[in-house]
């Protein structure tokens, strides 16, 4: 099929890669503009702005699409039999929508309609969710509304992390778009029941609570991992936080309980096992308690 393709970031990159290995002529990469990134603050293009570059593909990266009639009009002389949407993170409006013949097919990384929204993939294990998945999308209008035409679930587990989940539906992603594409199978709408928003996450979001009960907090940990992360407060330090298990245990909320680094909270103890301090390497609890002794009864906020 001839098909533009638009995404952003390493989710949609494998996508892409999928499809051009698939066979398809992909005519036109849409991506989100290049930005500073990291430390330095280098401007770095997007993961599916590289990618495209390594496929000799040409790359388009308008800064925004609504009320933007030329981008418009030079979507539509693309000539598309469909266009494929992943993570792209820009609002397509009513004429591209309606301008390849097939319509745009969209890659959610959720069984919808539950997680619809920006952060599915987070939401799934924070709620304790047994499965999550992956749903290609016939797009319209709303967020996420559109009729499905694919799904597939897969298991989550304890020791599921956001960016092992995301790994796995960025795979299965691929796989499950160049079927839509080949097989072009019957949409049939979303149930109107069930459906919850996942709203974009910031790195405030990742503040433990200790007054939560570790079972809540164990998924919140493991849920942020790569991002936006889990930190907590020691004396005049910010701590990463980046494992840990439940464990057995009482005192009030985020009090230091042993020599092991477990810590109470509203309901039972979470043991954290791997960390990371102010400018240090990741490290496990014990290698950092050999630096350092923190008594219990010492509190974390």
Known sequence: MRIAFMGTPDFAAVALRALVAAG??????????????GRGQAVRLQPVHEAAQQLSLP???????????????????????????????????????????????????????RWRGAAPIQASILAGDAESGVTIMQMDEGLDTGAMLLREAVPITPTTTGGT????????????????????????PQPPEGAIYAPKLAREDGRLDWTDSA?????????????????????AETL?????????????????????????????????????APGRAAMTAQAFLNGRKIAPGTRLA
């Not at 000539?79 to 397509?92: E, F, H, N, Q, T």
């Not at 004429?95 to 990384?109: D, K, S």
């Not at 995301?166 to 049939?188: C, F, M, S």
């Not at 079972?215 to 004396?235: E, Q, V």
């Open 165 to 188: 989940l995301h790994d796995q539906l960025a795979e299965l992603g691929g796989r499950l778009i160049v079927r839509a594409l080949a097989e072009r199978p019957t949409a049939i």
């Open 59 to 113: 790359v388009h990266t308008p800064p925004r699409l609504r009320k933007i009639t030329s981008e418009w009009d030079a979507f539509r002389a693309l000539d598309l039999d469909a266009a494929v949407v992943a993570a792209y993170g820009l609002i397509l409006p009513a004429p591209m929508l309606e301008a390849p013949r097939f319509g745009c097919l969209n890659i959610h990384a959720s069984l919808l309609p």
């Open 24 to 37: 398809h002529e992909v005519v036109a990469v849409y991506s989100q503009p290049p930005r500073p990134s």
């Open 240 to 276: 990463k936080i980046l494992a840990a298990t439940q464990a057995e245990g009482a005192g009030p909320p985020g009090t230091v309980l042993d020599d092991q680094l477990t810590i109470a909270t509203g309901e039972a103890a979470l043991r954290i096992t791997r960390l990371q």
């Open 215 to 235: 079972a809540n907090l164990d998924r919140r940990i493991r849920a942020f991992d790569p991002w936006p992360g889990t930190h907590t407060t020691l004396g």
